[in-house]
């Protein structure tokens, strides 16, 4: 069966979402000693409360982390669907608590054609959307690391 949306390789877009959840589980224990659990919800909202689940977190030390695995599109191209999941992972982070550190960890995709990876593409157009206290965590799977950006 043909799923043109689906990464190549990948037996579904669900799994390369845990897959990569998995890996930043990994990288920020190695990196950085701080331990995440899966799917940890809180209390967020503008206008009253309501639960959300971040892909990982640790609420003990109130931290909250969204995962994104996405990529240029096969003709070097901004994938404009993907970029309004990641407005929507900021809005999350706006409306949660101040008290919680906030990251955003992403995969490093480099286009050659505009030279820049998708995560300074987005920094670049997307500022005015980016909150103040979220952090951006670029994963290489080259390497194995994560730069904060």
Not at 62 to 85: I, Q
Not at 127 to 141: C, G, M
């Given at each position: 069966?043909?799923?043109?949306?689906?990464?190549?390789?990948?037996?579904?877009?669900?799994?390369?979402?845990?897959?990569?959840?998995?890996?930043?589980?990994?990288?920020?224990?190695?990196?950085?000693?701080?331990?995440?659990?899966?799917?940890?919800?809180?209390?967020?909202?503008?206008?009253?409360?309501?639960?959300?689940?971040?892909?990982?977190?640790?609420?003990?030390?109130?931290?909250?982390?969204?995962?994104?695995?996405?990529?240029?599109?096969?003709?070097?191209?901004?994938?404009?669907?993907?970029?309004?999941?990641?407005?929507?992972?900021?809005?999350?982070?706006?409306?949660?608590?101040?008290?919680?550190?906030?990251?955003?960890f992403i995969l490093r995709d480099f286009n050659e054609k505009r030279k820049e990876t998708l995560a300074d593409y987005?920094?670049?157009?997307?500022?005015?959307?980016?909150?103040?206290?979220?952090?951006?965590?670029?994963?290489?799977?080259?390497?194995?690391?994560?730069?904060?950006?």
């Open positions: 069966m043909n799923k043109p949306f689906q990464r190549k390789g990948a037996t579904s877009n669900t799994q390369v979402g845990r897959d990569f959840e998995a890996v930043a589980q990994e990288v920020f224990f190695k990196q950085t000693g701080l331990s995440l659990q899966r799917n940890i919800k809180i209390d967020i909202g503008i206008n009253g409360k309501k639960a959300h689940a971040f892909d990982l977190g640790n609420p003990t030390e109130r931290v909250l982390v969204e995962c994104k695995s996405h990529t240029w599109t096969e003709g070097a191209n901004v994938p404009s669907a993907k970029m309004t999941a990641w407005n929507q992972a900021m809005y999350f982070f706006y409306a949660s608590p101040s008290t919680y550190r906030k990251i955003f987005y920094i670049r157009t997307y500022t005015h959307l980016i909150p103040p206290d979220v952090e951006i965590w670029e994963y290489n799977e080259n390497t194995g690391e994560a730069e904060k950006k």
